[in-house]
């Protein structure tokens, strides 16, 4: 997740790197609890950047006050926080 950091989706985007969607991660999310108890976000968020709205806001996902949160940022948007996760393809 480190090479991920500081890399809004507008660059993700622009660099052509093929991130999950918000689908993708929620699945995710609910695969690993099941069959590890692993949470995952509890200390950066995932920046679903291969969804978007129709303004170019992108869903991230998060762990706070133990449950999922989903919000909407800037396309343009970078925070240390924010980590986008490739998608295997």
């Known amino acids: 997740d ?4 500081n890399i ?3 660059k ?3 660099k052509s790197i093929n991130t999950i969607t918000l689908k ?4 995710l999310g ?3 609890w099941w069959s590890e108890q692993v949470i995952l976000d509890k200390k950066v968020v995932t920046l679903c950047s291969g969804s978007r709205f129709t303004d170019g806001d992108v869903p991230n996902v998060s762990w706070f006050a133990g ?3 989903v ?3 800037n396309f343009e948007h ?3 926080c924010l980590r986008a996760r490739r998608a295997v393809s």
């Open 24 to 27: 993708e991660r929620l699945l």
């Open 30 to 32: 609910r695969f690993l």
């Open 78 to 80: 970078v925070h240390d």
């Open 12 to 14: 993700i985007d622009t």
């Open 2 to 5: 480190e090479d991920m950091k």
């Open 67 to 69: 449950e999922v949160n």
């Open 8 to 10: 809004s989706a507008k």
């Open 71 to 73: 919000n909407w940022c």
